[in-house]
């Protein structure tokens, strides 16, 4: 099984309270998630346990500059971010390099599986 790991607590506690429905990955993942494609949503230190929070649909991928993102889709990554250049700054410090508007992301679109 597939997984969207997020190792931030911040985004943990997002993810628990539904309020993150979507996920901006650095560069092109369009090879790796696929809209329909069933992901366990997984938190926790990189290298270390993680834990699930719930299964999910990738309902939608897209493939585009980060300045091509709309602010509903910056939000719905993160409800703290309103905009790109703050995105950029945001994944600057996930991926631990400088992002620029002009780099190639990733939105990835999920919903939860509900039992």
Do not use: W
Not at 21 to 47: E, F, P
Not at 59 to 84: G, Q
Not at 90 to 98: E, I, P, T, V
Request: proline share 4%; glycine share 6%; with cysteine.
């Amino acid at each position: 099984m597939y997984a969207l790991n997020f190792y931030s607590p911040i985004v943990a506690d997002q993810l628990r309270s539904r309020r993150k429905t979507a996920t901006i990955r650095l560069g092109d993942k369009s090879g790796k998630y696929k809209k329909g494609m069933v992901v366990q949503v997984l938190v926790g230190r990189r290298y270390g346990p993680r834990a699930k929070i719930f299964d999910a649909v990738i309902d939608k991928v897209e493939v585009k500059p980060l300045a091509d993102c709309s602010p509903r889709e910056l939000e719905k990554d993160n409800p703290e971010i309103k905009r790109t250049d703050d995105m950029a700054t945001f994944l600057g410090q996930l991926y631990n390099r400088d992002v620029i508007e002009e780099d190639t992301v990733t939105v990835i679109h999920f919903s939860e599986i509900q039992s």
